[in-house]
T-cell receptor, first 114, second 112 residues
Framework: DGGITQSPKYLFRKEGQNVTLSCEQNLNHDAMYWYRQDPGQGLRLIYYSQIVNDFQKGDIAEGYSVSREKKESFPLTVTSAQKNPTAFYLC?????????????FGSGTRLTVV | GEDVEQSLFLSVREGDSSVINCTYTDSSSTYLYWYKQEPGAGLQLLTYIFSNMDMKQDQRLTVLLNKKDKHLSLRIADTQTGDSAIYFCAEMAGSNTGKLIFGQGTTLQVKP
């Protein structure tokens, strides 16, 4: 079955640590996206990538970094520079040029600072 | 810039119809979408409508699009407790850029 997998489901971070959230898709989608979700604020775009080895900042990129070395993978690193990282993080992928399918989402990673 | 607005909360009784409303600003949007999010899960695409359509029906779901007023609605007939979730409206930014702009989400509470 094709899909998009995020891991881990729950992640705990100590103050000052960097952590990396994994996102893998086997849908052969060109584009991948990272969103942050906070209660009552909807989804805010962190980074997106439309092609391997290229990515763009979204609306709230500060304190985050990404890489796109393979088409299937788009890991997100939450750095110690991100002052309020506790949130639900969602990864998504899409085909470019065929808009009717929208995005396919992973099941999310809940990050908590301890 | 692009913006999508939704009311935050809707409560209905089981068996009633639910109507969730959304307004958007980008008149060049080609597709508009409705997603459903159950607690602790990712978003699931419910339905979409192309901008040259006024209405789309899919079983219990009816999507209405008023392009003049930039207003989109999702009607759920015979609402069930399993429909309790957050519903997100989204538009495709610009002309086929691939970027979706999401509303804040409407929490639908279905009372038995």
């Amino acid at each position: 079955d094709g899909g998009i997998t995020q891991s881990p489901k729950y992640l705990f971070r100590k103050e000052g640590q960097n952590v990396t959230l994994s996102c893998e898709q086997n849908l052969n989608h060109d584009a991948m996206y990272w969103y942050r979700q906070d209660p009552g604020q909807g989804l805010r775009l962190i980074y997106y990538s439309q092609i391997v080895n290229d990515f763009q900042k979204g609306d709230i990129a500060e304190g985050y970094s990404v890489s796109r070395e393979k088409k299937e993978s788009f890991p997100l690193t939450v750095t110690s520079a991100q002052k309020n990282p506790t949130a639900f993080y969602l990864c998504a992928s899409s085909i470019i040029g065929t808009s009717n399918y929208g995005y396919t989402f992973g099941s999310g990673t809940r990050l908590t600072v301890v | 810039g692009e913006d999508v607005e939704q009311s935050l909360f809707l409560s209905v009784r089981e068996g009633d119809s639910s109507v969730i409303n959304c307004t958007y600003t980008d008149s060049s949007s080609t597709y508009l979408y409705w997603y459903k999010q159950e607690p602790g899960a990712g978003l699931q695409l419910l339905t979409y409508i192309f901008s040259n359509m006024d209405m789309k029906q899919d079983q219990r779901l009816t999507v209405l699009l008023n392009k003049k007023d930039k207003h989109l609605s999702l009607r759920i007939a015979d609402t069930q407790t399993g429909d309790s979730a957050i519903y997100f409206c989204a538009e495709m930014a610009g002309s086929n850029t691939g970027k979706l702009i999401f509303g804040q989400g409407t929490t639908l509470q279905v009372k038995p």
